[in-house]
């Protein structure tokens, strides 16, 4: 079900493509531009022919119509901005898998009968019509574009021209995201307008406000979390050793440690829950020992979710969850021994408040939706010259010249730098 939850990516896009530009962050003129893996395999668009970003990579000009929802108009350029953002999450997928967007196998059936590309264009329909309807429904509710909001994004603008070093970049670096001024502009109005409505909807004091009640129903029901907890571990295995079959595949068991330090940490485990018992304030104390002691780390030794696992049932080993389900919210349990070692389990409180936002964009995915049946989307002949794999493999050359253009860019700046500094070294060195 399509949503308005892509608002940020909007703005994020010109950040990271600036600060790629800057020297700060990875090369490349957006944070899409080399998502396909491919583009080292495809040779860069001249883009002192590009004039409407659209028209080279897909044929058809930003404004040209493509399809209608209710008596609006959706145009290309909404359109191919939201099939490139589709495209681009499976071809991040399919790079973490040492694959490129060329592999993927855009004529292929899916259960709905459709091939991978019309699956694509359809998902980017949707998510263009709702972009499409959010102006239309807020005029209807009385609700315009904030000022505050209209001004934000035009010094958004401004400072990522004067930051780039001019607004041919700054058009450039929103061509690599598919986008332009315009566009960046109109679907950042239409997150300020769909911000309005889901104040109106479901704002406090709203008709509609949700009640904590419901909040508590849908998270049970609809996120099916059972229970939330976190612990301290201290583990008597060691799980960068997995147990492996006679085929060489893992069992889902680890080497346990030896004796002596197991026996260590169950020693460990006791004088951890012995503080505990004597404090008042446990929670705060579990905190402490959490981050002293637990050995649920990440790769860095972070404390994996040290705000609490949200678990669903049958999510976590059974002792853990029998543990967590037979305490009340505030509790802690005695030394739960698991496969994977020692847990001191704290139960904590599933809090309406914590879930509210997460409610009301679920409410509003649903109103959403209404709209799309109340307003049916239908496509023209334009709609039916977009052909996916080849705007793709445009796009990855524009990109490609983006990016060499921006690699330029900070090689003169770096250049610069680097004679700025010998000169000021020698006029010291003269001075002296």
């Given at each position: 079900m399509p949503t308005l939850k892509r608002l940020g990516a909007l703005s994020l896009s010109l950040v990271l493509a600036l600060t790629a530009f800057t020297g700060c962050g990875a090369k490349g003129g957006s944070s899409s531009s080399s998502s396909d893996g491919s583009s080292s395999q495809v040779q860069a668009m001249d883009l002192s022919s590009v004039t409407d970003p659209f028209l080279s990579t897909a044929g058809l000009s930003g404004d040209t119509v493509v399809a209608t929802v209710g008596d609006t108009e959706i145009t290309a350029d909404s359109l191919l901005y939201w099939l490139a953002a589709t495209v681009d999450g499976t071809a991040q997928y399919y790079a973490m898998m040492g694959m490129s967007a060329s592999d993927l196998p855009w004529d292929t059936e899916m259960e709905d009968g459709s091939t991978m590309a019309e699956g694509f264009l359809n998902n980017a329909l949707q998510t263009a019509a709702l972009y499409a309807l959010v102006p239309v429904i807020a005029q209807q509710e009385g609700l315009s574009v904030s000022d505050e909001s209209a001004q934000t994004i035009q010094q958004a603008i401004d400072s990522f021209a004067q930051q780039a070093g001019g607004d041919a970049m700054v058009d450039h670096m929103l061509w690599s995201s598919v986008l332009t001024r315009d566009l960046y502009t109109r679907m950042m109005q239409a997150g300020d307008l769909?911000?309005?409505?889901?104040?109106?909807?479901?704002?406090?004091?709203?008709?509609?406000?949700?009640?904590?009640?419901?909040?508590?129903?849908?998270?049970?029901?609809?996120?099916?979390?059972?229970?939330?907890?976190?612990?301290?571990?201290?583990?008597?295995?060691?799980?960068?050793?997995?147990?492996?079959?006679?085929?060489?595949?893992?069992?889902?068991?680890?080497?346990?440690?030896?004796?002596?330090?197991?026996?260590?940490?169950?020693?460990?485990?006791?004088?951890?829950?012995?503080?505990?018992?004597?404090?008042?304030?446990?929670?705060?104390?579990?905190?402490?020992?959490?981050?002293?002691y637990?050995?649920?780390?990440?790769?860095?030794?972070?404390?994996?979710?040290?705000?609490?696992?949200?678990?669903?049932?049958?999510?976590?080993?059974?002792?853990?969850?029998?543990?967590?389900?037979?305490?009340?919210?505030?509790?802690?349990?005695?030394?739960?021994?698991?496969?994977?070692?020692?847990?001191?389990?704290?139960?904590?409180?599933?809090?309406?408040?914590?879930?509210?936002?997460?409610?009301?964009?679920?409410?509003?995915?649903?109103?959403?939706?209404?709209?799309?049946?109340?307003?049916?989307?239908?496509?023209?002949?334009?709609?039916?010259?977009?052909?996916?794999?080849?705007?793709?493999?445009?796009?990855?050359?524009?990109?490609?010249?983006?990016?060499?253009?921006?690699?330029?860019?900070?090689?003169?700046?770096?250049?610069?730098?680097?004679?700025?500094?010998?000169?000021?070294?020698?006029?010291?060195?003269?001075?002296?």
């Open positions: 769909n911000t309005q409505l889901m104040n109106r909807y479901y704002g406090d004091g709203a008709p509609d406000a949700p009640k904590d009640a419901d909040i508590l129903t849908y998270v049970s029901d609809n996120l099916q979390i059972a229970y939330k907890a976190k612990h301290i571990l201290l583990k008597t295995v060691d799980t960068s050793k997995p147990i492996k079959d006679a085929d060489g595949k893992a069992t889902g068991e680890y080497e346990p440690l030896d004796d002596a330090t197991v026996a260590q940490k169950k020693a460990t485990a006791e004088d951890i829950l012995a503080q505990l018992q004597a404090t008042s304030d446990k929670e705060a104390l579990f905190d402490e020992l959490m981050k002293e637990s050995e649920d780390t990440d790769s860095s030794g972070n404390v994996n979710s040290p705000d609490g696992y949200e678990a669903k049932s049958g999510q976590m080993v059974a002792a853990f969850e029998e543990a967590a389900l037979a305490l009340q919210p505030g509790e802690i349990s005695g030394i739960v021994e698991s496969p994977y070692g020692y847990h001191i389990i704290l139960r904590l409180p599933i809090q309406a408040a914590d879930y509210r936002d997460q409610y009301v964009s679920y409410l509003m995915s649903q109103r959403q939706q209404g709209w799309l049946e109340q307003f049916p989307v239908e496509t023209n002949d334009e709609y039916k010259k977009i052909d996916p794999a080849a705007f793709y493999t445009q796009l990855t050359a524009l990109r490609t010249a983006v990016q060499a253009e921006v690699t330029a860019a900070q090689e003169e700046s770096a250049g610069d730098s680097s004679s700025s500094s010998s000169g000021s070294s020698s006029g010291s060195s003269s001075a002296s």
